[in-house]
């Protein structure tokens, strides 16, 4: 009985551990991790597990395949770090096994048609949107969002530590995207200056009281200034779609473009990533006609 009370805080301490990791899959990790709690499952099984109740329906809806594959990565991310602090981690044997485990859940196909029209913004409503919003902060992230194309998750977790040195004028950022995978953004260095002339960070770019901001605040927030500006509510992803079809528009690589939103799927964007990629000015979108007035 002792035994069994000793392996079972073990046990919980693993799940609370892997429930803090602070990442971009933290959000769904919760999801998962309560799963395996709410059914008393170990780990692995519980994975194959989740991996079929993500595929059924609840309280009438279904995940989209987009959806799915974005909580079996953040599921996939914590069987592999709790096997790593397993007694198996150095067992060649066992990891293939948990290996074959894994790759044996698919991921959902997703049908690469372009993005529904209603889901980006043209460019008059995007400079409407930034023009017109009058929440100062929600304005300035509105702004970053669709000048660089970023997840707002990405934007949220910037540190001060990620902001380079400024040359000709603009600021190399290092955005840390999906799975941890780094990728470098040029900012306009006047921006950066509004920035954290507007939010004064100590840790963070976008900080509020030595804190980062809520990810489904300014969300919402996000949405009510659409909602008040343009009649309708506006996602921080669809300020992602916006600024990527205007690059495109404007007769970027799409290549280049696809490898500066880092692609969440490796093998994609690895056949994705551009021999040339877009200029440090061209990354940062500008919404007059490409010569910015600032934001």
């Known amino acids: 009985m002792k035994d069994d009370a000793v392996q079972k805080s073990k046990w919980e301490a693993l799940l609370t551990e892997l429930e803090g990791i602070r990442d971009v899959y933290r959000l769904d990790v919760k999801q998962f991790i309560g799963f395996v709690r709410e059914k008393k499952l170990l780990i692995v099984d519980g994975f194959r597990k989740y991996a079929a109740w993500l595929e059924e329906e609840h309280d009438g809806k279904r995940y989209s395949p987009a959806t799915i594959n974005r909580k079996l990565a953040a599921a996939r991310s914590r069987v592999r770090y709790a096997f790593?602090?397993?007694?198996?981690?150095?067992?060649?044997?066992?990891?293939?096994?948990?290996?074959?485990?894994?790759?044996?859940?698919?991921?959902?196909?997703?049908?690469?048609?372009?993005?529904?029209?209603?889901?980006?913004?043209?460019?008059?409503?995007?400079?409407?949107?930034?023009?017109?919003?009058?929440?100062r902060t929600i304005k300035l992230m509105v702004t970053f969002l669709v000048r660089t194309g970023v997840r707002v998750s990405e934007m949220l977790s910037l540190k001060l530590t990620d902001l380079g040195t400024a040359k000709d004028g603009m600021v190399p950022l290092r955005i840390t995207g999906k799975g941890g995978r780094e990728r470098t953004l040029h900012v306009k260095k006047d921006?950066?200056?509004?920035?954290?002339?507007?939010?004064?960070?100590?840790?963070?770019?976008?900080?509020?009281r030595l804190?980062?901001?809520?990810r489904v605040s300014v969300t919402n927030r996000i949405k009510h200034e659409a909602l008040r500006t343009l009649?309708?509510?506006?996602?921080?992803?669809?300020?992602?779609?916006?600024?990527?079809?205007?690059?495109?528009?404007?007769?970027?690589?799409?290549?280049?473009?696809?490898?500066?939103?880092?692609?969440?799927?490796?093998?994609?964007?690895?056949?994705?990533?551009?021999?040339?990629?877009?200029?440090?000015?061209?990354?940062?979108?500008?919404?007059?006609?490409?010569?910015?007035?600032?934001?």
Request: hydrophobic share 35%.
């Open 84 to 135: 790593k602090r397993s007694a198996f981690a150095a067992d060649l044997r066992r990891k293939y096994q948990l290996e074959e485990i894994l790759k044996s859940v698919k991921l959902r196909k997703i049908d690469s048609l372009a993005v529904p029209p209603d889901k980006v913004l043209d460019i008059e409503e995007a400079r409407k949107l930034v023009g017109e919003t009058r929440d």
């Open 211 to 214: 804190r980062r901001y809520n």
């Open 191 to 208: 921006f950066v200056e509004r920035l954290r002339k507007h939010f004064h960070g100590t840790t963070w770019l976008f900080e509020h």
């Open 231 to 295: 009649g309708k509510e506006v996602s921080a992803q669809q300020l992602r779609h916006t600024w990527a079809v205007i690059q495109i528009k404007r007769g970027r690589s799409i290549n280049a473009v696809a490898a500066l939103l880092g692609h969440s799927n490796p093998g994609l964007t690895a056949r994705m990533y551009p021999k040339e990629g877009l200029k440090p000015e061209e990354a940062f979108l500008d919404l007059d006609n490409d010569t910015s007035k600032g934001a």
